[in-house]
């Protein structure tokens, strides 16, 4: 059983940083893609990052060249790099992992953690 637990959410103002961290479980790293998902209130869970077994990586262009994704695969940790924060990344922050090659839509996601709420005040 893969099991997810986010960390490091946070309030910040405009231009700060945060660092998310999701704490896996039961699964293996070379075999499973993971991502990280967000939800502002009212709308739809959108994908901004995904991580593929083999280390490819495949961002939104919402946070393009702003947020990286990594992964301590020893330590089962997977992170979110998020510098120069906008008012417009509010949201809850998800983790999401499912087996196989990755995809964008979260409905292809079995696994995911319980998120880390990000607010982003200007």
């Known amino acids: 059983q893969v099991q997810l637990v986010e960390s490091g959410g946070g309030s910040v103002q405009a231009g700060g940083s945060l660092r998310l961290s999701c704490a896996a479980s039961?699964?293996?790293?070379?075999?499973?893609?993971m991502g990280w998902f967000r939800q502002a209130p009212g709308r739809e869970r959108e994908w901004i990052v995904s991580?593929?077994?083999?280390?490819?990586?495949i961002y939104a262009d919402s946070v393009k060249g702003r947020f990286t994704i990594s992964r301590d695969s020893a330590k089962n940790l997977l992170y979110l790099q998020m510098p120069s924060l906008k008012p417009e990344d509010t949201a809850m922050y998800y983790c999401?992992?499912?087996?196989?090659?990755?995809?964008?839509?979260?409905?292809?996601?079995?696994?995911w953690g319980q998120g880390t709420q990000v607010t982003v005040s200007s």
């Open positions: 999401a992992a499912r087996g196989g090659v990755c995809y964008r839509s979260p409905e292809w996601y079995m696994y």
């Open positions: 039961g699964y293996s790293a070379r075999t499973y893609c």
């Open positions: 991580i593929s077994g083999d280390g490819t990586t």
